[in-house]
């Protein structure tokens, strides 16, 4: 799912190998879209703010300790952490607009790929 925050434009065959592996996950499209927004999105959509953002890969291993260290996260306490974490949603949701075309993509394609099988829609 972190593919679809590098700083690179998507081809098909990356839409493909994101929704192939998401297709074989055993989590619903509903489920899959859960984990996309709230435990991929919050970590790795600041990508999309820096200059010369990752565009290779995120390391799996960085990925994980954010997404734990998100998921954890206590609600904020003093009003500066209220304001702070309200700043940072909204963000989010604005960064949430540049990549919810390719999710759409993906998650249609994993639906196909679910109902036809990858076979079929790579003959096509």
């Known amino acids: 799912m972190s593919d679809l925050y590098l700083d690179e434009e998507m081809t ?3 839409y493909l190998y994101v929704a ?3 297709a074989s996950s055993g989590f619903s499209v509903d489920e899959l879209e859960e984990i996309f927004f709230n435990e991929v ?3 790795c959509c600041w990508n999309f703010t820096v200059p010369a953002g990752e565009w290779g890969l995120f390391d799996r291993e960085w990925l994980k300790e954010k997404i ?3 998921m954890r996260r206590d609600r904020p306490r ?3 952490e209220r304001m702070w974490t309200k700043q940072r949603e909204k ?3 604005k960064l949430k607009e540049l990549v919810r075309c390719d999710w ?3 998650k249609l394609l994993v639906t196909v790929i679910r109902e036809r ?3 079929e829609i790579a003959s096509e």
Do not use: D, N, Q, Y
């Open 78 to 80: 003093t009003w500066r």
């Open 68 to 70: 734990s260290l998100e």
């Open 41 to 43: 999105h919050p970590v």
């Open 12 to 14: 098909v065959g990356a």
């Open 104 to 106: 759409e993509k993906v």
């Open 20 to 22: 192939k592996r998401l």
């Open 117 to 119: 099988g990858l076979r």
């Open 91 to 93: 963000e989010m949701k």
